[in-house]
């Protein structure tokens, strides 16, 4: 049903609660310690408490959400398909912070979603951006264009970042549409090695390895130290892999 939020025990599957918000929703939620946010393809954006789902509070922003709200410090940060990204007050939904940046007119439907670690927010855009701001105010620490996509077309140019981002230790792991994957130094946005595989789908990190699906639903293993490649996988090609 459109609208509904329910909450299940884990151990039991029994059902805790549900709430019936009446308007579609098309991200999250986004999970706290004491709120869950979800979001809207109208550029809406609720709280609801976690344990009883009682509406806390509802706020407006200038586009559709498409990627989950991120909780940390007392902030709710919401980014929108327009390059928006919002921090708004966990107790109250008022706006505290905005940071805008300029998107191609043609992307990929889709948003990554936002990595909070250390005081930080870090975020992958359909331009080809990574940003890192303080989660408290804004403040931008650094931008860093970390895909120059050079086509000649529109389509050509697409260099969406788009799929999961991981932040471990002093380094992120992010992949583009362009057929890019990458490690950048969280201090700097400084790209440390780049290996010619695209996915829209983002990636995943072990301890040794990152692994991805890339735009033609090959899987890949690469060497998360240096981009090095692994094995392939190339049995389930072109089944859209998510």
């Known amino acids: 049903q459109a609208g509904e939020v329910v ?40 709280a609801l408490d976690i344990d009883s789902g009682t509406v806390l509070w509802e706020t407006d922003v ?38 805008d940046t300029n998107i191609p007119n ?33 403040t931008v620490l650094w931008q860093q264009n970390v895909i120059n996509s050079q086509g000649k077309t529109e389509i050509d140019r697409i260099a969406d970042i788009d799929g999961d981002i991981v932040a471990v230790a002093t380094d992120l792991y992010l992949a583009s549409a362009a057929d890019k994957t990458m490690s950048i130094a969280t201090e700097s ?26 735009n033609q639903s090959i899987v890949h293993e690469l060497n998360r130290m240096d981009g090095s490649r692994g094995w392939s996988q190339e049995q389930l090609m072109n089944r859209n892999l998510t």
């Open 7 to 46: 909450s299940f025990d884990a151990l039991t599957g029994a059902v805790n609660w549900k709430a019936n918000l009446g308007v579609e929703i098309s991200a999250g939620p986004g999970i706290g310690d004491t709120l869950l946010v979800v979001g809207g393809p109208e550029g809406k954006v609720i």
């Open 62 to 99: 200038t586009s559709e959400v498409l990627s989950p709200p991120v909780i940390d410090r007392n902030k709710v940060v919401v980014r929108t398909q327009d390059g928006r990204v919002y921090g708004f007050s966990i107790q109250t939904g008022k706006r505290e912070w905005t940071f």
């Open 106 to 138: 043609l992307t990929i439907r889709g948003n990554s979603k936002p990595i909070a670690k250390g005081g930080r927010i870090y975020i992958g855009f359909d331009n080809g951006k990574v940003a890192a701001l303080n989660i408290m105010d804004g």
């Open 189 to 214: 946005g400084r790209v440390l090695w780049s290996q010619n595989i695209g996915s829209v789908t983002g990636v995943t990190v072990s301890r040794r390895s990152l692994y991805l699906s890339d």
